[in-house]
């Protein structure tokens, strides 16, 4: 009996105790990638009137914040991507080789101490830091272990998660683990918009001690979820599924040979099996064999997986589709505060009125459009699909970047926010949350970990390369930043990369909702090594 025999014939199990402990274990990491994400982009303004304000604060009142170098700013932006197609890839192929439980928590321990090492920025003139610049890249070198951090996550979570669901949850279990991204980013503006009020006699007086503290708070108050879960990351037992997944690992003919006689037979047992003793309704064909240790994932296993077209189309679609998204929802999320200066919402007479305006334009696009888009998928993903969700997620964006970019000096500013507001709601709605749970159910448990952790380094690039080249290409006086095309220039590149994004779906990316990964990569090894068997 197959995982898809025998939930066909059995209700859908209710979400338990188990899976909400799963969903915080999990989801932990997403928040704080999240969190990570928009403090950045909320703390720049402020980094830029402590390290790069000249003259006194109180008399210059200058609105907007001034300018951070451009490779500067942009190089400290991406620094957590960066990080991230690190760790992404590493504690991918670490977690297929080494097993989930022996790898599980150590990615976190390395964003605590990233955390750590940036709150930790020493004060001026300490440390032989006394200019804004090198500051910054303090910034930079401790935000890319962060990233480190934060990578390592996507890959172990996915498969962690999807390893203990059930077909019928599978995809909402993936979607709740990954909307902890929208509490993050809703944490990151309350926190900003409380703090301001608090030091707003510093941001109005000559205080630069305590603007400091603002953004030391705003990146230490990550810290307090991360210790609250690291215990029970550090004690999670191994996966069964990937346990028995483990045991295909091998392409011996012997050895399939073995295994096939051996899941044949537990096939037929479990045909006569009472459903009430089906553990935990998660049997599926490859479940019901190794009891072993895993011996571990070489690379050989990988590439042999992939050698055959259609999975490699399927891991190209996976990892292109979410190169494509990242570039413009990294490209808008790392420089929003950018945005709505531009767009003429974030404004104001004095430093604290500019940022907290700027925190609130944030808390909304938050409340109004990138929390939902999370709970839409949610709701719809079992009853959609998700290849299907993923290609109106792009190609409502693809509208939303074409009409800023077509008619952004004809739109009010309301207008243009309200455009940014549907364009988050539809990235999460949409490729953003579709991009991460694909990878997690398409490819088998034996290579889901480095799968994964490959396709979403692919698109962490997408997210450097628009971290570090928004802030230029965006400028619109040509001659002193040459190459530029202007922000309506950038919101075109949008346009075209969310409309190839669909294409590339479309073509490329199979729907898996009610698919079981596992037993169809037991039934094509076990073809490949005796096709009359099948």
Not at 14 to 35: N, R
Not at 91 to 102: I, P, S
């Amino acid at each position: 009996m197959s995982l898809e025999e025998y939930e066909a014939t059995h209700p859908p199990r209710a979400f338990t105790w188990a899976d909400f402990k799963l969903y915080a274990i999990c989801g932990v990491g997403f928040m704080l990638d999240s969190y990570d994400l928009f403090i950045v982009n909320l703390a720049s303004p402020i980094w830029a009137y402590e390290f790069f304000t000249k003259g006194n604060l109180a008399t210059t009142k200058t609105v907007p914040s001034p300018s951070i170098p451009f490779l500067v700013r942009g190089t400290v932006n991406a620094a957590a991507n960066i990080g991230n197609v690190i760790g992404q890839l590493m504690f991918g192929f670490l977690g297929d080789t080494f097993g989930r439980k022996f790898v599980y928590g150590k990615e976190l321990i390395i964003a605590i101490v990233g955390i750590i090492m940036i709150i930790s920025l020493p004060v001026n003139g300490s440390a032989g830091l006394t200019k804004g610049v090198e500051k910054m890249w303090w910034l930079f070198g401790f935000r890319l272990l962060l990233g480190i951090g934060i990578g390592g996550d996507y890959p172990m979570s996915a498969a962690i998660v999807a390893e203990r669901s059930t077909l019928s949850n599978r995809g909402r279990m993936l979607g709740w683990i990954f909307s902890n991204q929208g509490w993050g980013t809703l944490a990151a503006s309350v926190i900003t918009c409380i703090l301001l009020p608090i030091f707003k006699h510093s941001l109005t007086h000559d205080n630069f001690g305590k603007i400091d503290g603002i953004w030391r708070l705003q990146v230490g108050l990550a810290l307090v979820p991360c210790f609250a879960l690291l215990y029970f990351r550090l004690t999670m037992p191994e996966s069964r599924k990937f346990l028995q997944s483990t045991e295909l690992s091998s392409v011996a003919t012997s050895s399939l040979n073995t295994s096939a006689a051996s899941l044949d037979a537990e096939k037929q047992n479990l045909k006569t099996t009472d459903g009430k003793q089906v553990d935990d309704r998660r049997i599926s064909v490859v479940e019901a064999h190794a009891t072993q240790p895993p011996k571990g994932v070489q690379m050989a296993a990988f590439i042999e997986y992939f050698s055959h077209p259609r999975h490699a189309i399927t891991l190209f679609g996976c990892a292109f589709s979410w190169f494509l998204v990242d570039v413009a929802f990294y490209g808008i999320n790392l420089n929003q505060s950018v945005i709505l200066t531009d767009i003429g919402y974030a404004s104001g007479k004095t430093p604290y009125d500019y940022l907290l305006k700027n925190a609130e334009g944030n808390l909304i696009i938050a409340v109004a459009g990138y929390v939902p888009g999370y709970f839409l998928t949610i709701a719809f993903i079992e009853l959609l699909g998700r290849k299907w969700i993923q290609i109106q997620g792009f190609l409502v964006t693809a509208l939303m970047f074409g009409i800023l970019a077509g008619a952004n000096g004809s739109l009010s500013s309301a207008s243009r926010f309200a455009l940014i507001i549907i364009a988050q709601l539809f990235f999460n709605f949409g490729p953003n949350a579709t991009t991460f749970i694909v990878p997690g159910e398409v490819f088998p448990s034996r290579v889901r970990g480095l799968a994964h952790g490959f396709c979403a380094a692919v698109g962490k690039l997408g997210a450097i390369l628009s971290g570090i080249g928004f802030n230029w290409w965006s400028q619109s006086d040509h001659k002193k930043y040459p190459g530029s095309i202007g922000l309506s220039g950038v919101l075109w590149i949008f346009f075209a990369f969310e409309l190839l994004g669909a294409i590339v779906t479309f073509f490329c990316v199979p729907e898996t909702k009610g698919k079981d990964s596992d037993a169809i990569d037991y039934e094509e090894c076990q073809s490949r090594v005796s096709p009359s068997s099948t």
